[in-house]
């Protein structure tokens, strides 16, 4: 190779690096942002629970995210791992193909591959994981590990209107609890999380309690918005004054002895039998009750730190933050507050791969890329 040649390439390679970084850093802030030349194309997978979600990222904007939510699990009332790891199995290779056909994309036009390796189910990982690792080495291009958590609050910048830095998090999903300070672009710190059940969780618990079906967030959704908030009165589990910590057991067990006080077992059969309307409105006022509960504290905590971190923006991300109730109280608390909310698009709410993607991307231009020795980690924490 001719020295010319060489240094030519080097200054290609030292131009391209930098329209790459320019391009992430510009990725929040300007909602209209001017396309660059197409540098850095990544994939994403997300397989950490029940959804097989693969997506393209070039150079910061979103080209696919296709998702294969597996359905089957609500027979069993929840998740079976088991199951989940086989569903992805089968799913991952076709989900891939059509992220790829969607944006256009061949597998040699990709720069890197981001998979998520926790948390989450530990069978369920090692399907997207291992698929991300294996297929990177083959085309000889770098992979990007990616933690779940961080995924879903970068799911906030994938579209405008995107937050400013620093902003507040709310991550609320069926396995997971977390108020993080976004800094700046992959800077995090930890505010509080849940010290039990994740909120998406005690949805779930409950709807089944009430014999509605899994999962439970969207249909104790559906009940709420016609129900009375006020017919019974649950705790609100703030915990000590000012903390910003949660904890969501209590409150479903006070459901619980609710049901078991009132004899819900009987009023189910005799009522239905009788009155199928009056049967409907208890439930609804039972979700609209125990839904008031938990939003109150959402709410509330997330304001809260808004205001001790003297930030002006606040995000919601995870699949609970498709609860409509939640959204708009927490619009109402922001007007209150002078605050801006943001809360992605439905299909960036639950779990996908473009929110893996958009990481994979950010930690490409950041030069982070990880080793093919990377492992699974279900209890991963947001470092
Ligand atoms: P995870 O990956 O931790 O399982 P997801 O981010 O995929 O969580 O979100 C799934 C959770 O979101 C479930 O617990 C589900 O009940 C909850 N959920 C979905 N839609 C709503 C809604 N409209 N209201 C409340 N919870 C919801
Ligand atoms: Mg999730």
């Given at each position: 190779m001719s020295s010319l040649f060489l240094a030519q390439a080097c200054f290609f390679g030292y131009h391209q690096q930098r329209q790459v970084k320019a391009a992430a850093e510009s990725i929040m802030k300007s909602p209209a942002r001017k396309r660059e030349p197409q540098t850095l194309t990544v994939l994403g997978i997300e397989t950490s629970c029940d959804e097989t979600s693969a997506a393209v990222v070039r150079d910061g904007a979103l080209l696919s995210n296709i998702t294969a939510t597996q359905l089957f699990h609500s027979a069993y009332g929840g998740v079976v791992p088991e199951l989940a790891s086989r569903a992805h199995q089968q799913r991952i290779v076709p989900v891939v193909d059509e992220a790829l056909r969607a944006a256009g994309v061949?597998?040699?036009?990709?720069?890197a591959i981001a998979a998520v390796y926790g948390p989450g189910l530990v069978g369920s990982i090692l399907v997207g994981l291992s698929f991300g690792k294996a297929m990177a080495l083959g085309l000889g291009i770098p992979f990007v590990g990616v933690n779940h958590m961080e995924a879903h609050i970068v799911s906030n910048l994938i579209e405008a209107p995107k937050p400013d830095f620093p902003f507040v998090n709310l991550t609320v999903s069926g396995g997971h609890t977390q108020l993080v300070l976004?800094?700046?672009?992959l800077e995090y710190e930890l505010l509080g999380e849940t010290k039990d059940d994740a909120v998406g969780e005690a949805f779930d618990k409950v709807a089944k309690m009430l014999g509605l079906?899994?999962?439970?967030g969207p249909l104790i959704d559906r009940y709420a918005a016609k129900g009375?908030?006020?017919f019974v009165k649950f705790p609100r589990?703030?915990?000590?004054?000012?903390?910003?910590e949660f904890s969501f057991s209590g409150l479903k067990t006070a459901v619980l002895y609710y049901l078991k006080k009132i004899g819900f077992q009987k009023v189910q059969h005799r009522v239905v039998e009788l009155n199928p309307e009056g049967y409907e409105e208890f439930l609804a006022n039972v979700c609209a009750s125990f839904q008031a509960a938990v939003i109150d504290v959402l709410v509330d905590k997330t304001t809260l730190a808004a205001k001790r971190c003297g930030v002006k923006d606040i995000a919601v991300a995870g699949g609970?933050?498709?609860?409509s109730e939640l959204r708009k109280r927490m619009q109402q608390a922001a007007e209150y507050f002078g605050l801006r909310v943001f809360i992605p698009k439905f299909e960036y709410c639950t779990d996908n791969g473009a929110m893996v993607a958009m990481v994979g991307f950010l930690k490409s231009t950041d030069g982070q890329t990880s080793s093919l020795e990377l492992t699974a980690e279900p209890s991963l924490a947001l470092h």
């Open positions: 061949e597998k040699k036009d990709l720069d976004v800094k700046g672009a079906g899994y999962p439970g009375d908030r006020t589990p703030y915990l000590e004054e000012g903390s910003l609970v933050a498709a609860n």
